[in-house]
Nanobody, 126 residues
Framework: QVQLVESGGGSVEAGGSLRLSCTASGYPNPRYCMAWFRQFPSNEREAVAAWDKDGSTAYADSVKGRFTVSKDLATNILYLEMNNLKPEDTAVYYC????????????????????RGRGTQVTVSS
């Protein structure tokens, strides 16, 4: 069982930056695949970024070049660095994990991660 708690959301103006954190606990080995998702006010969900055990990453086209996903293995915290934020990035961001898999990034947009956090709100004003 993996517990996930997100933090770092907030309100920023367009062009600003935020760094989200996802603290994972409950599973001793931190080398499993994780991802960030977001849910828009319309309730549509989008897979944003994925992280695999060797540090390999993948991104949605909508955030490439602006967002960076990373993980601190010592603290078991997954990060999402978001730069040049746009109003269309406004959403609830949540992290997800699959402790049974080490590599998920190649199919992260469709992979069913069994664990997810409750999310943190990001609001970008124009």
């Amino acid at each position: 069982q993996v517990q996930l708690v997100e933090s770092g959301g907030g309100s920023v103006e367009a062009g600003g930056s935020l760094r989200l954190s996802c603290t994972a606990s409950g599973y001793p080995n931190p080398r499993y695949c994780m991802a960030w998702f977001r849910q828009f006010p319309s309730n549509e969900r989008e897979a944003v970024a994925a992280w695999d055990k060797d540090g390999s990453t993948a991104y949605a086209d909508s955030v490439k070049g602006r967002f960076t996903v990373s993980k601190d293995l010592a603290t078991n915290i997954l990060y999402l660095e978001m730069n040049n934020l746009k109003p269309e990035d406004t959403a609830v961001y949540y992290c997800a994990a699959d402790s049974s898999r080490e590599y998920c990034r190649r199919e992260f947009t469709t992979h069913e991660y069994p664990y997810r956090g409750r999310g943190t709100q990001v609001t970008v004003s124009s």
